[in-house]
C-alpha cells in the first residue's frame, strides 16, 4: 500500500546519516519469520494431501506473506527515512513490526482473508510518511519501493522453486512456496495501478496538476473499495489474472504448482 502524507515533516536537507540502532527488527518481526520457517518445516516432510502438508503450507503462506508486507512497508519508509522524515523512525517503521503499519485490521488481517477467499495478494498496510515535502523523483522512489519489494521476493522465490522445486519430493513444501510467489506478482500488479490510495498512483501523482491532485484526494480513503469493485468484476478479474499467469509463467515453473499451493493453503475450500 502506498505511503501517505499528514501532518508536518521533519524534514532535513541532504541526506541524513543512518543513525546506529534506527534499524531493528522488532521481536513480533522476527517470531513471524519464525513462524513462516516453522511451517516450511513442517511441510518438508509431509505426504502430499495430508494434514501436516496441509497444516504447514498454510502457515508458511500466510506468515511468509506477512513478512513480505512488512518488507513493503519498511522500503516506503526507509526510502522516506533516507529523503528526511524522520517522522517514520518516530512511528516504528523501520522496526519491521507489522502491528506499526497502519491498522492491524486493514493491514494484516483483510490481506489474510483475502488470501483465504481467492488466492489474491491483496495489498497490506500503510505508512504515513511526507511525500508532499520531497522532490518528485524522490516522491516516485518512495512510492515504487513497496512493488519493487514484491516484485524482488516474486523472482527470488520463483528462481529458487525453478532451480531446486520437485514435484516428486517435497512437493507440499514447493508448491506451497510456488503459491506464496504467486500472491507477490499479484501484489506487485495491484499496486502499480494508477488508483487512488495505491502506489501506482503514487508514482504518477507528481506529474499531475494541482488541480487534478486535489480532485483525486478525495477519492484515496476508497481506494480499497474501489480495487474490490475492480476484482469481481469477471472480464477486469479474468484479464488481471492472465496478467498475472503470463508474468509468473515467464519464471518456467508450472503454474498448476501454484493453484496446488493454493489449494493446500485454502484447504477449508
Known amino acids: 500500500m502506498p505511503p501517505s502524507a499528514r501532518g508536518y515533516a521533519a524534514v532535513t536537507p541532504g541526506v541524513p546519516a543512518l543513525r546506529r540502532g534506527a534499524i531493528r527488527p522488532s521481536p513480533v518481526f522476527l517470531l513471524v519469520v519464525a513462524l513462516a520457517v516453522a511451517g516450511g518445516v513442517l511441510a518438508w516432510d509431509a505426504d502430499l494431501d495430508s494434514v501436516r502438508a496441509k497444516a504447514g503450507v498454510f ?44 491498522h492491524p485490521l486493514l493491514s ?17 498496510g500503510a505508512v504515513y510518511v511526507h511525500t508532499h515535502q520531497v522532490p518528485p523523483r524522490t516522491q516516485r522512489l518512495i512510492s515504487v519501493a513497496g512493488p519493487a519489494v514484491n516484485a524482488v521476493c516474486a523472482v527470488v522465490l520463483l528462481l529458487v522453486v525453478r532451480l531446486f522445486g520437485s514435484a516428486q519430493e517435497h512437493p507440499a513444501f514447493w508448491f506451497g512456496l510456488s503459491f ?26 507528481p506529474s499531475l496538476s ?10 484515496k480513503p476508497f481506494g480499497m473499495l474501489i ?22 509463467d515467464l519464471s518456467g515453473v508450472s503454474e498448476q504448482w501454484s493453484r496446488y499451493g493454493g ?7
Not at 108 to 124: E, H, K, N, R
Not at 210 to 219: D, I, K
Not at 235 to 244: E, G, H, S, T
Open 180 to 205: 506464496l510467489a504467486f500472491l507477490q506478482v499479484t501484489a506487485t500488479l495491484l499496486n502499480l495501478l494508477p488508483i487512488p490510495g495505491l502506489d501506482g498512483y503514487g508514482v504518477m501523482e
Open 210 to 219: 494541482y488541480q487534478t491532485r486535489r480532485g483525486l484526494e478525495q477519492f
Open 59 to 102: 502457515v508458511l503462506v500466510v506468515f511468509g506473506w506477512v513478512v513480505s508486507l512488512c518488507l513493503h512497508e519498511f522500503a516506503h519508509a526507509y526510502i522516506a527515512w533516507r529523503a528526511g522524515d524522520r517522522e517514520v523512525e518516530l512511528r516504528g517503521y523501520l522496526t519491521l513490526n507489522p502491528l506499526k503499519y497502519s
Open 227 to 248: 480495487l474490490f469493485a475492480l476484482l469481481f468484476t469477471p472480464a477486469i478479474n479474468q484479464v488481471f489474472f492472465d496478467a498475472v499467469y503470463a508474468l509468473y
Open 108 to 124: 494484516i488481517v483483510l490481506p489474510m482473508v483475502f488470501i483465504a477467499l481467492g488466492g489474491i495478494g491483496l495489498p497490506g
Open 263 to 269: 489449494y493446500l493453503t485454502r484447504f477449508w475450500a
